[in-house]
């Protein structure tokens, strides 16, 4: 009998051993390590900081996932640190100020709103002067309260953007305090309240000094003082800061028509963040297409957009081309497809446009880190940076030795199949074991 149990035990420990070993490979899901992902990169810098880079282009490349989960970042000792993908900072300018013309009006002309006929006014719409004889009131108006100062603001000379803020430049340095009421027009014949209140105010202190003013949309300002101020010796205008999206890369590759010539297909190297695509054509023609994306071979093609592609001969020294199209594919197998009777004379040629994003990472552990990428079977890992503002400040990485090396069976999808037949073996081996530890069991009961 005590044969028997000795016999069982070995059997339960092999197989336990069998699930321990089965835990311990390499590449379990969950836990990957450096040696699962084909390529490597070596970072330095700043340790126990963040540190952040751009991701080169062959990382895309040589990526397995559209969500470009398959990225990591290990220290010196193979423990992975927290990590976060971010997109490229838009470009913050400020226009410089500019210099209006200011024009004074006649003091006794009261509250009453100016006219086109006191205004001498240039071909281009730019109030030279005033006529001597605006201060005169039309008959039967009574003049309104004492004014401090009445001023026509010219603006119809400023291109692009409209301004936001008004910036007066009082003569001398007496103190004053006056209220500034604002009217707006297009054309100097019809007059609108700007109803923001503010004041005009000077006591050379930075706290209580104020000559710049907010200022509605319009071509002309009428500038009004309830108050005595000094006279006004010239006037700019200042502009927002000005967001411009930071410029996309380009990558092009080429495609294979179809045999009826209704689709063409393209393959990307690897998963690019795509933000646009372009197809071109490199003879005249013109033909709408729909536009689909999918992630593998065996995948269904998923809608991604449409567009028309067309180059027309001008009389100019460029042909007409079509543009970028915006999409939301990124897996890197592209189709187009022409309706109808249309079909492809020519296989257009496919430029994807994609941001250049960077990694942000805790430099934690010892230097130096390893950018390690490529194997579809691993999903993006929780970050505990996530909750970092994307506009935290970080230290520059810089980036060494690479290599790219693809492991055998790593390819998206082909771990997870050799995690099932691994486990149908290692069932059937515990079954074949427990069977024959049944059956010396059973042998040994018999021979007692």
């Known amino acids: ?204 202190n930075p706290g209580t000094d104020r000559n710049e003013f907010d200022i509605p949309r319009a071509r002309y300002l009428l500038l009004e003082f309830d108050g005595t101020t000094p006279p006004v010796n010239s006037a700019a205008v200042r502009f927002d800061p000005v967001e411009t999206p930071a410029a996309l890369r380009e990558t092009s590759f080429t495609g294979t028509k179809s045999a009826g010539g209704k689709t063409v297909q393209y393959r990307t190297e690897g998963c690019f963040p795509v933000k646009q695509l372009c197809f071109s054509l490199a003879r005249p023609d013109s033909i709408p297409v729909v536009i689909r994306n999918r992630n593998g071979e065996e995948d269904d093609w998923r809608y991604a957009g449409e567009t028309v592609l067309y180059r027309i001969e001008t009389p100019g020294e460029s042909p007409l081309v079509n543009g970028p199209v915006d999409t939301f594919g990124r897996g890197p197998y592209w189709e187009i497809e022409a309706p109808g009777e249309q079909v492809f004379t020519e296989v257009p040629r496919l430029t994807i446009l994609w941001e250049a994003l960077e990694i942000v990472f805790l430099a934690r552990g010892e230097g130096p880190w390893t950018l390690a990428y490529g194997n579809g079977a691993y999903g993006p890992p929780e970050s505990s940076l996530s909750g970092i503002r994307d506009e935290a400040e970080t230290f520059p990485a810089a980036l060494g030795r690479r290599s790219y090396t693809a492991p055998a069976g790593k390819a998206a999808g082909t771990e997870r199949w050799g995690q099932i037949v691994l486990w149908g073996i290692l069932g059937f081996a515990a079954a074949a074991l427990c069977g024959l530890a049944a059956y010396i069991v059973k042998s040994a009961k018999n021979g007692e």
């Open 1 to 204: 009998m005590k044969s028997g149990k000795t016999v069982t035990a070995a059997a339960v420990f092999l197989f336990c051993s069998f699930i321990a070993a089965a835990d311990d490979e390499p590449g379990s899901p969950g836990l990957p390590s450096i040696g699962d992902f084909a390529g490597k990169i070596e970072v330095t810098g700043n340790p126990g900081s963040l540190l952040s880079f751009e991701i080169p282009e062959d990382v895309y490349r040589g990526l397995e996932r559209s969500d470009m989960g398959d990225i990591r970042i290990y220290d010196s000792s193979g423990n992975p640190a927290p990590f976060l993908l971010r997109g490229p900072k838009e470009n913050i300018t400020v226009p410089p100020e500019k210099t209006v013309p200011l024009l004074e009006w006649n003091e006794k002309a009261g509250r009453f709103a100016p006219s086109s006929p006191d205004v001498e006014i240039s071909v281009s719409g730019a109030a030279i002067s005033i006529y001597p004889s605006a201060g005169e009131l039309p008959a039967g108006q009574a003049a309104g309260a004492a004014s401090g100062g009445l001023y026509l603001a010219d603006l119809s000379g400023l291109d692009g953007d409209p301004p936001s803020k008004l910036v007066l430049d009082f003569e001398g340095d007496a103190f004053f305090n006056a209220r500034l009421s604002i009217r707006k027009s297009d054309d100097l014949a019809r007059w609108e309240e700007y109803g923001r209140a503010q004041t005009a105010a000077f006591y050379n």
